[in-house]
């Protein structure tokens, strides 16, 4: 416990390194569910800012901010005799990780939570009985999904020359995402899924970038 209590107190006697840093990527999102939901994820994208905060030699946490636009291709039939769904679901995210981040020069591995909000997106696509439109999709997410929904974190990462580096990093959500709310009530709505237990999964590449210290 003494040297416990020592090594807490170094730290903290220490006046730590922090560096603003800037990361643009793209991302792509799939749907954990245990329903008769098949996705196809497409590509989105992500822009943030996030601020290393050097603890010691190796050690850092990272706060980070960043808006995320997630993109995934949807399709079901509940019996053969339902009409057939397939619409694209576009989701934006406000994502704020906090990680702890070890350096192995020049890599680095980094994991933590994730806590987001959706901001916003929208479900559109159609109803379908054979090769005949017998219905619109045409929904805002904010309706059928929660806004809030957090998860984990793990990563992997490079430095890279003129403060540049490479990150690949997955996301685990731990919440479900299906609002509970009754059948849809309009011929446009997103399928209902209040009965569904849906989980976001994201995997993300990102360029960073890290502003020089003065």
Known sequence: MKYLLL????????PAQAQLGLRLGGNLLHIAS???LATSSRLGYQVGLFYQVQLTQRFSLVPEVQFSGERVQVSSAEAAASPQTAYQLRFSYLNVPVLARVE???????????????????GEGAYTAGSNVVGRIDQALTER???????????????????????L???????????????????????YVGRSNQRRQTLQVALTYQLPNK
């Open 34 to 36: 245990d329903d008769s």
């Open 145 to 167: 999904y929660r806004r809030f929904d957090a998860g984990l974190c793990v990563g992997v990462g490079v430095k890279l020359p003129a403060n540049l580096g490479l990150n």
């Open 104 to 122: 192995l020069a020049p890599l680095y591995v980094e994991a933590g939570p994730q806590v987001s909000w959706l901001v916003g997106g929208r």
């Open 7 to 14: 090594l807490g107190a170094g730290l903290l006697s220490r």
């Open 169 to 191: 990093r997955l996301y685990q959500g731990l919440v479900n995402m299906v609002r509970q709310v009754g059948p849809p009530y309009s011929v446009e709505a997103i399928p």
